[in-house]
């Protein structure tokens, strides 16, 4: 008798690691990560952020950006600087967090981000610039 309700504590103790270990998986909303953050995804993006990796179509053009920087506040604000050129706008999440839609901003027209990894120190998205895609793989700075 005690074998069998040994058994069936570790049985329903076994079926609760396994449905918890499942819940953090489906926790992971971009494809590049994190599986769980402390962090909410509005403190992980407000950070200024520079170019670790720019690609446009798959093909390497780092070199061109190395000056590049963008900043995203928690209050929706967004600047980005590259040498003497700079600009200010507005940003907020769209489309269950997936996405960032970046506007206001001066010479830019309306841009949508889509989010790759969202970490407190890497931050990686793409965009489409008609048919380019344009990929940023951004960290701290």
């Known amino acids: 008798m005690k074998i069998m309700i040994i058994f069936k504590k570790t049985l329903a103790i076994l079926i609760l690691l396994g449905l918890v270990f499942f ?9 590049e ?12 993006v407000s950070n200024t ?3 670790d990796n720019y690609k446009v179509n798959g093909v390497d053009y ?5 000056e590049y920087s963008e ?6 604000n967004y600047s ?8 200010k706008g507005t940003w907020a999440f769209q489309n269950n967090n997936m996405e960032i839609l970046i506007s206001g901003t001066e010479n830019q ?7 790759l990894k969202l970490e407190e120190k890497q931050f990686w998205y793409y965009y489409m610039d008609g048919d380019d895609r344009k990929e940023f793989h951004m960290i701290q700075k």
């Not at 980005?80 to 600009?87: D, L, P």
């Open 23 to 31: 819940s953090f998986q489906s926790c992971s909303k971009y494809s």
């Open 33 to 44: 990560g994190p599986l769980i953050s402390l962090r909410s995804k509005t403190e992980r």
């Open 49 to 51: 952020w520079k170019v």
């Open 62 to 66: 780092t070199s061109l950006v190395t």
């Open 71 to 76: 900043t995203f506040t928690k209050e929706g």
């Open 80 to 87: 980005y600087e590259w040498q003497i050129i700079t600009g």
């Open 109 to 115: 027209s309306t841009v949508v981000l889509n989010i």
